[in-house]
């Protein structure tokens, strides 16, 4: 499988673990459970939804874009997109670490999403070197 398909293929895994990610956090809705956050209020809203936004449309503009487009511009915003999202998603994996009481699953899920945009960092970084 070549670089770039490689890198598509990751850059679409990072909205998709997203979504488990908000999913796994509303399942207690279907035992009746609440998943109302104390620390949102209702004006929060509309950056949460721009931010879950931005989080799934870049991806798939660059999932898109490193399999169509092999410029050396491209290349550069891919390892710059792909460290920012390593740090975002070191960031908030260490959000969630710190939570109590501690949510196993949601740690274990963002630690995967963690090490799947290190690589995604990793294969951009490659990308930019191979020429």
């Given at each position: 499988m070549t670089l770039t398909y490689q890198l598509s293929i990751l850059?679409?895994?990072s909205p998709i673990g997203l979504s488990v990610?908000?999913?796994v956090a509303l399942l207690p809705l279907f035992a009746g459970g609440d998943v109302?956050?104390?620390s949102l209020r209702l004006t929060d809203v509309p950056r949460q939804a721009r931010m879950m936004v931005i989080t799934a449309v870049i991806p798939m503009i660059m999932a898109?874009?490193?399999v169509s487009v092999a410029a050396m511009p491209l290349r550069w915003l891919n390892l710059g997109l792909a460290v920012?999202?390593?740090l975002a998603n070191?960031?908030?994996l260490?959000?969630?670490?710190?939570l109590r009481p501690p949510d196993h699953t949601q740690n274990a899920l963002l630690t995967v999403i963690l090490i799947l945009s290190a690589i995604l960092t990793y294969l951009s970084y490659l990308w930019v070197v191979a020429e």
């Open positions: 850059w679409m895994l990610h908000v999913l109302r956050e104390a898109v874009s490193v920012l999202l390593t070191t960031a908030h260490f959000q969630h670490l710190h």
